[in-house]
C-alpha cells in the first residue's frame, strides 16, 4: 500500500522532480516481491527491476520467513486457506501482467532461492510476456564486477523502458 501511495502522489505532482510518465521500479529481495504485485496492480509503469526477488507464490514466502527466523515469524499464516494464499500470490495474475520486468539473480544466493526468479521467468516467458533474465556468480548482494555488470544492465533496461 505504502509503494502504490507513493505512486499516487508522484502522480499528483508531490514531487515536481519525478516525472509521473516515466516511473519504474526497484525491488530487492522483499521488495522485489512487493515490485511484483505493484506491476500487477499498476499497469502503468513503464517497468521493474527485480534484484534477488522473494517469490510471486506467497506460500513459499511465508516458508521462507519461517525458515530465516527459525519458526518464530509467519507461522500464522499458514492457517489461511490455500485459496486465501493462492489468491494473494502474484504468479496467479501473471496473464495480466502488461509491465516489462528485468529479472536479476545470483547463483549463490542462500536467502532467497534462485529458482524462484527462474520460475518466474519460465512462466513469463510461456505467457509472451515482456521479461529479461540474468543470472550472475554471486549471492543475495553483487560486489566488484558482478554489480558492474549488474548495474549496467539495469541502466540499458531502464533507458529501453523509460
Known amino acids: 500500500m505504502d509503494v502504490l501511495n507513493l505512486l499516487a502522489e508522484v502522480r499528483r505532482g508531490a514531487f515536481p522532480q519525478a516525472d509521473p510518465a516515466r516511473i519504474a521500479l526497484f525491488g530487492h529481495s522483499m521488495g522485489g516481491g512487493v515490485a511484483q504485485i505493484v506491476s500487477l496492480v499498476d499497469p502503468g509503469l513503464k517497468g521493474a527491476v527485480l534484484y534477488g526477488s522473494m517469490s510471486g507464490d506467497e506460500r513459499r514466502n511465508l516458508e521462507r520467513i519461517r525458515y530465516w527466523s527459525g519458526g518464530s515469524r509467519g507461522q500464522e499464516l499458514f492457517a489461511l486457506s490455500p485459496e486465501v494464499l493462492r489468491q494473494a500470490s502474484a504468479w496467479t495474475y501473471l496473464e495480466e501482467l502488461s509491465v516489462p520486468l528485468s529479472v536479476h539473480h545470483g547463483l549463490q544466493d542462500a536467502q532467497v532461492p534462485p529458482e524462484w526468479s527462474w520460475e518466474l521467468c519460465r512462466r513469463l ?15 543475495h548482494l553483487f560486489r566488484g564486477e558482478v554489480d558492474r555488470v549488474f548495474r549496467e544492465r539495469v541502466l540499458a533496461f531502464l533507458g529501453r523502458v523509460l
Open 125 to 139: 516467458k510461456a505467457l509472451k510476456k515482456p521479461v529479461e533474465c540474468f543470472s550472475y556468480p554471486g549471492g
